[in-house]
């Protein structure tokens, strides 16, 4: 378990830190220009994560690749 709240899974191969997440795509986040998948049994949590955090969904998709 990791003890910083600012982490989540997002598939089943990854856990990222979402203050590195720079772009959203609804199917993918973006750390850099790197596209990293969201696992389809996952989304729903990625996106209750940016809810929680008052991410902006419009800035990060016009941000996104």
Same mark, same amino acid.
């Given at each position: 378990?990791?003890?910083?709240?600012?982490?989540?899974?997002?598939?089943?191969?990854?856990? @990222?830190?979402?203050?590195?997440?720079?772009?959203?795509?609804?199917?993918?986040?973006?750390? $850099? &220009?790197?596209?990293?998948?969201?696992?389809?049994?996952?989304?729903?949590? @990625?996106?209750?994560?940016?809810?929680?955090?008052?991410?902006?969904?419009?800035?990060?998709? $016009? &941000?996104?690749?």
């Amino acid at each position: 378990n990791l003890v910083n709240g600012d982490f989540v899974r997002i598939h089943k191969s990854y856990v @990222v830190n979402f203050d590195r997440i720079t772009g959203f795509d609804g199917k993918r986040v973006f750390i $850099e &220009d790197f596209p990293i998948s969201i696992g389809v049994s996952y989304r729903e949590k @990625v996106m209750e994560k940016f809810n929680s955090l008052s991410y902006s969904f419009e800035n990060l998709l $016009e &941000d996104s690749h």
